[in-house]
């Protein structure tokens, strides 16, 4: 099998073919870079740290594991040795760490190569992919577009075809608002199923790593290589990760929540499309649908933007040109080497969510607060679980607009933490959650839904998210990956 034809497969038959030997694992890794980067990258610049010598060299140590052969982009915070990592930031210029994450050792195990780092928001804290220190990268189904964020990156590479699957971080839908927006699947896991150790932590008690794919399997084959406990990740949970081996299992007899009040205004009358649209699609599988009045995502933001920032503070507290990369060079003191590394190292946004969250840490703020923050998050959590204890899932928007323009939102914070409305409430509550692309809209955006469930609730999202991938038609249910994936046209 030629290159021309490798890239545009599914993982699963990728690592089939490997394993069958109808296409090298060299073949196989440079497949992407061969095929669609040469057109896409140079305008879409998902990639920010990549060396065809370390793709040769993990070709020839990859293995016949599940992901045979198959090239993965990470996102620039997960911790690589054969790579510079630096969360796409000045502070970290040319930071290599001494050791791999966990999830990307368990990648290297499973038969996949590493193809590169993806770019990012400035340690993961935007919507766009705009706030890197490398540039923005752009949506391929439009350039003057943003993929979403914060992993951007990964996301466009998976969509325009340089690998079939990519991993991010979420700590409030930065992997699936970027799925939603570049039209991919995209799984945020329940917390603790993905170890988080070597992802540069942003807000802990949120971080999760997300996977992202052009096929509701090939999440199930990640999944299934990453997920379970970790002995250098505490927060990871006991006992094995529900398994997900029966994803095209569908949804009879199952009911979905239908928090239909979250739409009524705000929301794009395309986004409210596609959730009629899937819905129907679950219906006709047998699944019920049941309304229920869902508390409004504001609640959610502002919870989130107190825990996220305060816990941002004092995770960035180490980045002080000590120990890390960048050192500003004109410094008489230790005092003047802090400030002046950080504030020449950390961009902006950065440097407004340190202010944020120290301030909400204060003394004198605490209990006004942090606390209060605390307080919203159980009344959240509880929220969810009062909703699924009436139904097994539910429908929500991934993103309450299809892709914005670049520079749309970047001169109003507040604007570009409201993109994240409907994703921030399952990393408050720690619960899994599951981007679907549906289609493209009139204009050619990619369209897509949020499927939430229950802690460990994984294997049902594959179910429901497999049978919106088949437009609801049972007798596609099944394991063919021939499923048509929507590729960008360039405009
Ligand atoms: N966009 C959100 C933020 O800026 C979420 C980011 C994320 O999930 N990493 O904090």
New binding site residues.
Partial sequence: MSAAEAWRLSAASLADGVRAGSIGYQEAIESGWEGPAARWEPDVHAVVHADPEVRRRGAAGSNGGPLAGVPVLVKDNLCTMDYPTTCGSRILGGYRPPYDATVVARLREAGAVITGKGNM?EF????STEYSCYGPTRNPYDLERVPG???GGPAAAVAYGLCPIGLG???????R?PAAFCGVFGLKPTYGRLSRYGLVA?GSSL?QVGIFARHAGDVALAYAALAGPDPFDATTRLGPAPGVSDWDRGVRGLTFGWPANLWKEGVDPEVVGALEQAAACLERCGARRSPLDFLPGEYAVAT??LV?TAEASSNLARFDGVRYGFRHPESDDVRALYTRTRSAGFGPEVQRRILLGTYALSAGYYDAYYLTAQRARTRIRREYEAAFARCDFMLMPAAPSLPFRLGEKTDDPLE??L??IF??GA?LAGIPGLTVPLDLSAAGLPRAVQLLGPEDSEPLLLGAARVIEVRGEETRLGRDHLTEFAWPTKR
């Fill in positions: 928001d993961a804290m935007g919507s964020g914060s992993s971080s979420d700590t409030g839908g930065s992997v608002q942003f971080d989130y933007y996220a570009m933490y993109s994240d994703t921030l990393n």
